[in-house]
């Protein structure tokens, strides 16, 4: 088994920057990748990005592509999620999930085994 724990959430202005945590720890050898994903009140969880565990090729979602940037650390088993130039629409709980072999579809949230319990992020205007 793997724990997710995201930190890092919060208020902030539209335009602002903001970086959020996901410490993974456990099994943490195994991971092929770890996906963040968010999700709005009344609308479905939606991709926002993910980073594999063995190479570090990281993938993004439409509407965050150029403003948003997953990084890692492997000493401290952490993912980054750096947000830029947020926008109200960004307002979500975002989440972590990593995904163990056999790989699957990056983009689907079913495709993930452990989640996170989310941190809020709240984009004023």
């Known amino acids: 088994q793997v724990q997710l724990v995201e930190s890092g959430g919060g208020l902030v202005q539209a335009g602002d920057s903001l970086t959020l945590s996901c410490a993974a720890s456990?099994?943490?050898?195994?991971?092929?990748?770890l996906g963040w994903f968010r999700q709005a009140p009344g609308k479905e969880r939606e991709f926002v990005g993910v980073i594999t565990w063995g190479r570090g090729s990281t993938y993004y979602g439409d509407s965050v592509k150029d403003r948003f940037t997953i990084s890692r650390d492997n000493a401290k088993n952490t993912v980054y999620l750096q947000m830029n130039s947020l926008k109200p629409e960004d307002t979500a709980v975002y989440f972590c999930a990593a995904q163990f072999p056999p790989p699957r579809t990056i983009k689907g949230m079913r495709n993930y085994d452990y989640w996170g319990q989310g941190t809020q992020v709240t984009v004023s205007s």
């Open positions: 456990g099994r943490t050898f195994n991971i092929n990748a």
